[in-house]
């Protein structure tokens, strides 16, 4: 029996059913590598779903960015609610990377914004990987950059059961050795904070609150308690804690790491001193002096990762360990899950380019004396290693590169929709002004508004973020609701900003490559690609064909391409899509079929993350809300032990802030 159990209203049609059954014989037979050649709108998703229930493994599904890897996420939650499901992205809001200029003699220093919801997810998915086998992960390409060994973060669990023997200050201790904070304050993932007796503890992976109770030497109780509330959710038997960080070491082979790390600054500062650089060698000996300290403090620095290498106790140019090391492995040692890589034309560049760009700016950090020269092993996978860790892998796009089409065992056609739609009608208009034609802007312009008029939703593409700014700008002063959507705008807004289009919140998206591959906006009816003949990245044959996908999934479908002249790729993309659409007309034909357009609830990851953030901002609201439905005396009684408790050992501090809850408390009921 499958560990995964697909749940969906519809059974596979079209060419899924062919697709579905070719790519589990291509597994069965061992194929190392296929291809889901799977035009827009087919229903590949549903396909690679069918396909997970019956291979039944762990799966890894890598996406070429946040947007599209969070509604995978969504998407792969809805076919398998019962499965741990998890979306794994690069958890900054904002990164700048640690450099160095020489031509300027400027040194940047790492910067960043941490989401700490998306950290939470990314604790979340290793731990599922360590505990389950009906595991989904949906990750960007962040999955081939190090994270820290698996060995070590599942060795540094916590098992806590109720009755067990366990000091107060010893729980303390450990919580703390694994990188958990003590607060005073509300709990947020990763915290804990002690009161008298009792432990209350808010794992990194959730949005919960356990609570130990500890009695002459043992844990007497464990409940798990909501934390804006604090209603009692359920009484616990045990409870599993994983490390607050993924990085762990362990305690015996920290000190020699220190001491490794040690002897490669002396040989790098001496190194750089024979050459007669005097700076260098006193900046690396005085960040390396200090790092070294920091870790024997506390465990941990600033930058630790770049000292990865040694802590984990790896060979010069040995591949780090990456979300990769936490699937599960056969008894040879060859992984034991499935790898889908979605738009794989476009995800497989990012994958390959992502080592160079790493060294490259390493390097100039060692030549400079800024970092050990062992920090060039904190880096992402070569494609080639990324390729020894992996499965059987099954590439999935409607318009694949060589190299997918060169190197699979086969490639299976999904060219036929289960809803019977055809690929959208194409048509070229030219981007100047020409007599009574008023040029691409304005007619692009009208056929919004005509659009819009008809219940339906628009896509424009331009070249640049600022077209894109100043065209949504001019459209809102015509009336028309329109937003705009690039790079610069941070993940879970652009998210969040998707759905709200898909809901009618707003008609028009103007945008520049975020709109082309795995969107899923079966509202949209009309795209304006502006400047279609500029030849380029965003205009080649396969950003065309992805781009005029979008249209496929509404009966009324129609994209118009402005340009005064037909180049190779209009002229490639625009038969390609007729192509597809003939053989489509033929099918609906044969089998009396009439095209109808999609009709797919609005859902996505960010309104469970979304939800999360306004849980936090609106606490005392909802506690003032949740109040009038809650015992009060008993949450003040509470209360009223937790102080008692806390002034009894001497922790006043903690004492006084319990004594200003409770005199919130007794003001919110006597208000109420």
Do not use: W
Not at 142 to 155: H, N, R, T, V
Request: some cysteine; glycine content about 6%; charged content about 30%.
């Amino acid at each position: 029996m499958s560990n995964f159990s697909l749940q969906s209203e519809y059974q596979p049609a079209g060419d899924q059913p062919r697709a579905i059954e070719g790519l589990l014989r291509g597994l069965s037979e061992g194929m190392s590598k296929q291809t889901l050649l799977g035009a827009t709108a087919t229903g590949k998703t549903f396909t690679i779903a069918n396909v997970i229930e019956k291979y039944d493994k762990p799966t890894l599904v890598i996406a070429h960015n946040k947007t599209l890897a969070a509604q995978l996420a969504q998407e792969f939650r809805e076919f398998f609610p019962k499965s741990a499901v998890h979306y794994f992205v690069s958890y900054y809001d904002y990164y700048q990377p640690e450099a160095y200029m020489p031509s300027t003699d400027t040194y940047i220093e790492k910067d960043a914004s941490i989401n700490e919801e998306i950290e939470r997810l990314r604790h979340a998915t290793t731990q599922a990987l360590l505990t389950r086998r009906d595991v989904i992960i949906v990750a960007s390409v962040s999955c081939i950059y190090g994270l820290g060994s698996p060995e070590e973060y599942e060795k540094e669990h916590m098992k806590i059961l109720k009755g067990m023997k366990i000091e107060r200050n010893q729980l303390l201790r450990k919580l703390v050795s694994v990188f958990f904070t003590r607060t005073n304050a509300d709990l947020t993932p990763g915290t804990f904070r002690a009161i008298g007796n009792n432990v209350e503890i808010m794992p990194t992976s959730e949005r919960v609150v356990y609570s130990l109770d500890i009695e002459d030497g043992k844990v007497s109780r464990i409940q798990e308690i909501d934390p804006v509330s604090m209603r009692l959710l359920e009484e616990r038997e045990s409870l599993f804690l994983f490390p607050a960080k993924h990085f762990i070491t362990d305690k015996n082979k920290l000190e020699s790491a220190l001491v490794v790390i040690k002897k490669e600054m002396e040989a790098q500062v001496k190194k750089f001193r024979d050459e007669g650089k005097s700076l260098e060698a006193e900046r690396i000996e005085r960040r390396t002096v200090e790092d070294i300290a920091m870790i024997r403090e506390v465990g941990y620095c600033s930058g630790i990762e770049n000292y990865s290498r040694h802590l984990s106790g790896r060979n010069e140019g040995e591949a780090p360990d990456t979300l990769l090391s936490y699937f599960p492995k056969s008894r040879d040692g060859s992984a034991d899950f499935l790898t889908i890589i979605d738009e794989s034309h476009v995800t497989i560049p990012q994958l390959e380019g992502m080592y160079a760009g790493d060294r490259s700016r390493k390097n100039t950090l060692v030549e400079y004396g800024f970092r050990l020269p062992s920090a060039k092993d904190n880096r992402p996978l070569r494609y080639e290693e990324f390729e020894q860790r992996i499965g059987q892998v099954i590439y999935t796009s409607a318009t694949p590169s060589r190299k997918e089409r060169e190197e699979s065992d086969q490639i299976v056609e999904q060219i036929i929709r289960p809803t019977g739609l055809l690929d959208p009608i194409v048509l070229v208009r030219p981007v100047k002004e020409e007599g009574a034609y008023k040029g691409q802007v304005q007619d692009v312009i009208t056929e919004i508004e005509e659009t819009v008029a008809k219940g339906s939703r628009v896509l424009v593409t331009t070249l640049t973020k600022k077209m894109a700014e100043d065209l949504s700008s001019y459209l809102k002063d015509r009336k028309v609701k329109a937003e705009y959507l690039h790079s610069d705008i941070l993940t879970l807004d652009r998210i969040t900003l998707i759905s709200k289009f898909r809901r009618g919140e707003f008609d028009c998206i103007v945008g520049v490559n975020l709109l082309r591959e795995g969107l899923d906006l079966p509202e949209v009816s009309f795209i304006g690609i502006l400047d279609a003949d500029k030849e380029g990245f965003l205009r080649s044959d396969t950003s065309l064909i992805q781009t005029i996908g979008r249209a496929a999934r509404n009966s009324a479908g129609r994209v118009i391409l402005y340009a005064d002249r037909v180049t190779g790729s209009m002229q490639r993309a625009m038969d390609e899509t007729n192509r597809r659409r003939e053989k489509q007309e033929a099918h609906n034909k044969v089998y009396g079929i009439t095209p109808k357009t999609i009709k797919k609830a609005v859902k996505d990851i960010a309104e469970e993350i979304e939800a999360r953030r306004n849980i936090i901002a609106k606490a005392s609201v909802k506690l003032e809300k949740e109040l009038t439905h809650l015992d009060v005396r008993k949450l003040l009684r509470r209360k009223e032990k937790q102080m008692n408790s806390a002034a009894k050992i001497l922790d006043f501090e903690t004492a006084a802030l319990l004594r200003d809850e409770i005199k919130e408390l007794e003001k919110l009921h006597q208000n109420g």
